[in-house]
């Protein structure tokens, strides 16, 4: 299967064409693997995805247009050969910042547990407790600096319901959503 080769200007069109506000990846070719990851805020980031025997992975290495895509292209290449020597610079990088977070613990649980043997209505129950409740405290934390207070405090914050008004299309009032809550805690946290 032949891909296309994006030049500089072609990926430049490509990045001002794409919709704002959203994720998106572009593969660039001339490499395996290359790609720029474009978050919701605007960055964009080259990474490199590439097996191992342990699986799939994917190392960032810099960001576009400071990194253009000749170098982006020359250093997928380096990282690619330290690859096939048997480097894993996704491994590296993470030994290097010290250990793993509780994210990562996250993805392996839903890749190695979550998702293999349970249902998948109680996976997409576990990954929006996750999203609402636990990610945007705990998933850049490391797994060795959480302590039981930490688990606390967040069982304490998720009891605390919130109550949030609905109105229908027409403005009048509809039934409260209650969000956190004792139960929820309790199966958020268990």
């Given at each position: 299967m032949?891909?296309?080769?994006?030049?500089?200007?072609?990926?430049?069109?490509?990045?001002?064409?794409?919709?704002?506000?959203?994720?998106?990846?572009?593969?660039?070719?001339?490499?395996?693997g290359?790609?720029?990851?474009?978050?919701?805020?605007?960055?964009?980031?080259?990474?490199?995805?590439?097996?191992?025997?342990?699986?799939?992975?994917?190392?960032?290495?810099?960001?576009?247009?400071?990194?253009?895509?000749?170098?982006?292209?020359?250093?997928?290449?380096?990282?690619?050969?330290?690859?096939?020597?048997?480097?894993?610079?996704?491994?590296?990088?993470?030994?290097?910042?010290?250990?793993?977070?509780?994210?990562?613990?996250?993805?392996?649980?839903?890749?190695?547990?979550?998702?293999p043997?349970?249902?998948?209505?109680?996976?997409?129950?576990?990954?929006?407790?996750?999203?609402?409740?636990?990610?945007?405290?705990?998933?850049?934390?490391?797994?060795?600096?959480?302590?039981?207070?930490?688990?606390?405090?967040?069982?304490?914050?998720?009891?605390?319901?919130?109550?949030?008004?609905?109105?229908?299309?027409?403005?009048?009032?509809?039934?409260?959503?209650?969000?956190?809550?004792?139960?929820?805690?309790?199966?958020?946290?268990?």
């Open positions: 032949v891909r296309n080769m994006l030049t500089e200007a072609g990926l430049r069109k490509q990045v001002r064409e794409l919709e704002p506000g959203r994720e998106h990846t572009i593969e660039v070719g001339g490499v395996e290359l790609r720029l990851r474009i978050k919701k805020s605007g960055v964009a980031s080259w990474t490199l995805r590439y097996r191992v025997d342990t699986g799939q992975r994917r190392v960032t290495f810099g960001r576009y247009p400071i990194l253009g895509l000749g170098e982006a292209r020359a250093t997928a290449r380096r990282l690619l050969g330290r690859i096939s020597l048997g480097e894993d610079p996704s491994s590296q990088r993470k030994e290097a910042r010290g250990g793993a977070t509780v994210g990562d613990l996250w993805e392996r649980y839903l890749d190695e547990h979550a998702r043997h349970k249902k998948p209505s109680s996976v997409r129950m576990d990954v929006l407790n996750w999203r609402n409740h636990l990610a945007p405290v705990l998933a850049s934390i490391k797994i060795d600096a959480v302590t039981r207070a930490d688990i606390a405090q967040l069982h304490a914050k998720i009891a605390r319901p919130k109550t949030q008004a609905r109105r229908s299309r027409h403005g009048t009032p509809r039934k409260p959503v209650l969000r956190g809550g004792k139960g929820v805690a309790n199966r958020v946290l268990a």
